[in-house]
């Protein structure tokens, strides 16, 4: 019952994700540190909760605790792990997200060869990016836009015959260590 529903909510974890290589043309590069700073600034610990809004599953509520990681310096972009919780069920949650050329690709969990989504489009506009998901027949977007530095929204829509209808929508907040932090100085 509950691994459709994470397979469309985990589709979330990999907007937060982004890795890839670049071409070498001004524009590629404008385009690269543009992407970089984004989602750089998406790294880190996220929590909060989400809802279901449409279909079978409409009303059931869930929460996230997400973590991403920058890739190393050749790479722009993500690895992100953590889980998402309905009740006392948990569901582990990984993404990865290339650039490649002026789009994006990537997958969710295995992909949509297994029990995940495929990453098969975006772009970074802004404070947000639109990715293309898929999986089988299901096709649609995931849309994340950064509030702030600390606060996230991201809406998860399908496309059922010429429309996108929001399916999951869900608000992140950066968890942030309320330990005040200090140095000794030399």
Not at 49 to 62: L, M, N, Q, S
Request: aromatic share 6%.
């Amino acid at each position: 019952m509950y691994s459709r529903f994470f397979s469309l909510v985990g589709g979330l974890a990999a907007i937060l994700s982004v890795s890839g290589s670049f071409g070498l043309s001004d524009v590629h590069a404008a385009s690269r540190d543009r992407d970089d700073v984004f989602f750089r600034s998406v790294a880190g610990s996220w929590k909060g909760p989400g809802e279901i809004v449409a279909g079978k599953y409409k009303g059931t509520k869930f929460t996230c605790d997400l973590t991403g990681e920058p890739l190393d310096d050749k790479q722009t972009g993500i690895k992100l792990a953590g889980t998402c919780r309905v009740g006392v069920f948990s569901q582990p949650m990984s993404a990865v997200i290339s650039q490649k050329g002026g789009s994006y690709e990537g997958k969710f969990l295995d992909g949509a060869e297994g029990k995940g989504l495929d990453i098969i489009s975006g772009q970074v506009s802004g404070d947000k990016v639109v990715v293309g998901i898929n999986r089988a027949k299901l096709n649609g977007a995931m849309v994340a836009r950064v509030s702030n530095d600390n606060s996230m929204n991201i809406t998860i829509s399908v496309k059922v015959a010429d429309q996108m209808i929001p399916v999951i929508g869900v608000t992140l907040a950066r968890d942030i260590d309320q330990i005040a932090v200090g140095s000794i100085k030399p």
